[in-house]
Each structure stands twice: as structure tokens, then as C-alpha cells.
């Protein structure tokens, strides 16, 4: 498809069981992005991928949270023992360069 | 600190009235983003906003960005049940990553 995917669409965990979230950006974007969303909430920054510059980890709540970047294509985002307050959404989103971001349908997490 | 505020953070409006969602930065705004968020679904892209003074609409709904490029305003013009959803501003603030408001939320009565 032609837009931002991300995978899975659901997931469901144990408390202290890793996840990995998978986003495939759209062909030809050099920036990807990590948000948070909280039930009710608003979009909470997590990270950034630019081209090959070092990735913004500014907004990685603790050090449970990780992520990587194949080049310009594949992100995961990676969360270590998770804890019930990991429970959320989480889009990923690409764009060209900084501009106008399209993002994916996300991943609903939930921790038991 | 939120960098980034939106106001308010909740409207309830009746079918057919106007109303304006604000955003507002401390630091002027390289890009300003509006989103929608239907309740449960994706964002879907409303506007870009660039220049000082800058205006763009689309059907009823009417973007603006102050001349000092740090508060933005989103006008929607008698509005419709379809509008209802979240509304949630992005902005470029240091010329490389977006961040997000809080967003607002719109409940329109019938």
C-alpha cells in the first residue's frame, strides 16, 4: 500500500513481557516518528528518525523504551518489561523531510 | 512544560453554532499543523500553516497563524455532526521534529 503501516494492530500482554512495534514508513520518507496516545489523550513525542542523523530520543519516557531504524525503511519500537501505564496507542508517523506527516493507523497496547 | 497549548481542551457545541479551537507557543513556530482524530481512528491532515498572517480554509473550516507565527486558530463555520472528533495542532518549533498539543475535543449536539 501506499500509506504508513504499522504492526500489529492490537496487541494484548503480560505485565514484564517485552513488545515490539513495527512501523513501515511510506517509500521515500526520511523522517519517522514515535508518538504516544493515551486514552482521551493527546499526542506524547517519543522519538525521531532523520535521514542517517543520530535519532531524537528526547521524548522516551524511561530506558524500557527503544527504538531502531533500518536506513529510510523499517522502525520498531521496542518497550522492556512493560508496566500497565505502557497501556496505550502508539502511531507512527513519516514525512518527506519536516513537513506534513502521515501517519499510520497505530498499535493499541494493553498491558494486564 | 507543554510547549505547545491547545484551548480548550474540551467543546460541546450546538449543531449549526461557530466556534474556534486556539494554539498557542511561547516560541515562534517554524510550521503549524491541524489534525482531526475521529474517536477511535487514524489522523487525518486538515492544514499547513507557514507564513505570518497566513489563512487557509477547506469546506468550513478556516485556519489561521498570527503574524509573530505563535498562535494559531481554527475557525469551523456552522457546524456539523461530522466534525466532531479531536482536534490537535502540531507544530515545528526548533526546524526539525513536530510536537503536538494536547488536542481538544468536539462534541456536537444534534
Known amino acids: 500500500g501506499a500509506g504508513v503501516s504499522q504492526s500489529p494492530s492490537n496487541k494484548v500482554t503480560e505485565k514484564g513481557k517485552d513488545v515490539e512495534l513495527r512501523c513501515d514508513p511510506i517509500?521515500?520518507?526520511?523522517?519517522l516518528y514515535w508518538y504516544r496516545q493515551r486514552l482521551g489523550q493527546g499526542l506524547e513525542f517519543l522519538i525521531y528518525f532523520q535521514g542517517n542523523s543520530a535519532p531524537d530520543k528526547s521524548g522516551l519516557p524511561s530506558d524500557r523504551f527503544s527504538a531502531e531504524r533500518t536506513g529510510e525503511s523499517v522502525s520498531t519500537l521496542t518497550i522492556q518489561r512493560t508496566q500497565q501505564e505502557d497501556s496505550a496507542v502508539y502511531l507512527c508517523a513519516s514525512s518527506p523531510g519536516v513537513g506534513t506527516q502521515y501517519f499510520g493507523p497505530g498499535t493499541r497496547l494493553t498491558v494486564l | 512544560s507543554q510547549e505547545l497549548e491547545q484551548s480548550p481542551q474540551s467543546l460541546i457545541v450546538q449543531e449549526g453554532k461557530n466556534l474556534t479551537i486556539n494554539c498557542t507557543s511561547s516560541?515562534?513556530?517554524?510550521?503549524l499543523y491541524w489534525y482531526k482524530q475521529k474517536y477511535g481512528e487514524g489522523l487525518i491532515f486538515l492544514m499547513m500553516?507557514?507564513?505570518?498572517?497566513e489563512e487557509k480554509s477547506h469546506e468550513k473550516i478556516t485556519a489561521k497563524l498570527d503574524e509573530k507565527k505563535q498562535q494559531s486558530s481554527l475557525h469551523i463555520t456552522a457546524s456539523q455532526p461530522s466534525h466532531a472528533g479531536i482536534y490537535l495542532c502540531?507544530?515545528?518549533?526548533?526546524?526539525?521534529?513536530?510536537?503536538f498539543g494536547k488536542g481538544t475535543r468536539l462534541h456536537i449536539l444534534p
Open positions: 516560541k515562534t513556530l517554524y510550521g
Open positions: 517509500s521515500g520518507h526520511t523522517a
Open positions: 502540531g507544530a515545528d518549533l526548533t526546524g526539525d521534529k513536530i510536537i
Open positions: 500553516l507557514q507564513k505570518g498572517g
